[in-house]
């Protein structure tokens, strides 16, 4: 949905916020290596791109942190008043509940500005009005129909900034025959989507997927989507507006699925950890200690060689030569393995069938990923708080050869920066500022 010919078009850059400090990185060569020696955070890719962050919990805070990790000057919206969940959800820094403690919170959030306004009365709505005119991205995710009780709505943020881009996701979209009637969490949309039919094993209860599983889908489809927009901005000067069906974005993941009931007739069971059908032996099988397994791929002809030499015993039989034979006898061959694996350490295991060329990775708990080394190079950033102390995110998944991607701060407390987004951004002068304080607009 493209807008008419714009009031305005910004012929150059918008200018960005103040240099913030660069996180404290020893550890993190990819950060270290974007700060100057001076200390002075790099300029991104984004630098100059505005986003108003309206999204709460999961999938509208990891689009805005996306941004942010380019060099986008990101401002998130939040109340007092009701608090963003992911606050309350942890974990917390030592165990120790609180608002400003969430972990949580500040991986998904960092390197963002905090406002705290009510948009519900009209003051602080004009004042969020304001900053739809200094933004060139919004993102919401409220449910369809919500910005519209609020007098928020597309055509009007449009015809405040008809430049803008705004961004709306929600489990079905803005329309539809149940888009307005529908609400829910990620957990939803998984199910919408039919992820969770498919985990678990043959036999049982759907096992569901971790978390709000199209929460952390969808930003990957909103953000190009995003850079799309502003590409076609750049020639036209219009904004628009995107929508993005959680529900949707999960199904992309799932399509032999509904290929195969659309092409067959037939509707796709749960498979435990086979994968497809046509790779044996293919799985994750237990190995020695408390919960410690691992995955393997033997299905390629040079790994299942490779395998059946390090196995030895079943793995022999001639029956098991050709691809027709393990896919007959599949359960029989990965029962063997599972009877040689419950006895292997795991990570020793890992490096024996990798340098032997059987693709194998340990199955990662929380202290694996601590610990691991390649994460450890670039993926943790640590980041003071003056509350938390020293506070670890998330680094960006990617590297660019020319400019620097980081978190370049951690996660901002509730309303942390209200009064200079107001003073800087929206144009309110100290008295104005403090009449909208006493009112009560700005929780």
């Known amino acids: 949905m493209c807008g008419a010919p714009p009031r305005r078009c910004r012929s150059t850059p918008p200018r960005f916020s103040r240099p913030t400090s660069v996180c404290r990185l020893p550890k993190c060569r990819r950060c270290s290596s974007t700060a100057s020696s001076e200390g002075i955070a790099m300029k991104g890719p984004l630098d100059g791109l505005r986003v108003l962050d309206m999204g709460w919990v999961m ?48 991986n998904l959030n960092a390197g963002k500005r905090s406002l705290t306004v009510d948009i519900k009365d009209s003051r602080g709505r004009e004042a969020i009005l304001r900053l739809v005119e200094w933004a060139d991205v919004l993102i919401e995710s409220f449910s369809p129909g919500v910005l519209d009780d609020l007098d928020l709505a597309y055509p009007v943020l449009k015809a405040r900034n008809p430049a803008l881009i705004v961004a709306s996701t929600s489990l079905l979209g803005q329309t539809g025959p149940h888009a307005r009637g529908t609400s829910g969490v990620g957990t939803m949309g998984a199910s919408m989507s039919g992820a969770s039919l498919l985990l678990g094993w ?21 953000v190009p989507s995003i850079l799309a927009a502003l590409h076609r901005r750049r020639a036209t000067g219009e904004g628009c507006h995107i929508d993005v069906a959680q529900a949707e974005a999960g199904i992309q993941f799932l399509s032999p699925a509904w290929y195969q009931y659309a092409a067959n007739g037939t509707v796709m069971e749960r498979r435990g950890h086979a994968g497809s059908p046509l790779r044996v032996p293919h799985g994750i099988f237990r190995c020695a200690g408390q919960d410690r397994w691992i995955a393997l791929d033997g299905s390629d002809e ?31 061959l990965e029962n063997a393995i599972s009877a040689w694996t419950i006895s292997q350490q795991a990570d020793e295991l890992e490096r024996s069938l990798q340098s032997a060329g059987v693709p194998a990775h340990v199955v990662s ?29 998330e680094g960006p998944r990617y590297r660019l050869g020319r400019t620097p991607e980081r978190a370049t701060r951690r996660g901002p407390r509730i309303g942390e920066h209200t009064q200079e987004i107001l003073r800087d ?13 006493a009112a009560g607009v700005l929780v």
Not at 366 to 392: E, F, K, T
């Open 302 to 332: 040079a790994a299942w060689q490779a395998l059946r030499t390090i196995v030895g015993g079943p793995l022999l039989d001639s029956k098991f030569d050709t691809l027709i034979g393990r896919l007959r006898g599949r359960q029989e």
């Open 202 to 222: 043959p036999g049982h209860a759907p096992c569901g997927t971790y978390g709000p599983w199209t929460d952390a889908i969808a930003p990957r489809f909103i």
């Open 425 to 437: 951004l929206c144009g309110y002068d100290a008295a104005a500022i403090d009449e909208l304080k």
């Open 365 to 393: 708990n929380s202290n694996d990923l601590a610990h691991d080394p390649d994460l450890l190079d670039a993926h943790y950033c640590h980041i003071d708080d003056p509350i938390v102390g020293d506070a670890i995110v």
């Open 59 to 106: 999938v509208g805070p990891v689009t805005g942190r996306y941004l942010a990790d380019l060099g986008a000057d990101v401002v998130k919206l939040e109340s007092s008043r009701r608090v963003d969940p992911l606050r309350t959800l942890g974990p917390f820094k030592d165990g120790k509940p609180g608002l400003e403690r969430s972990i949580s919170y500040h």
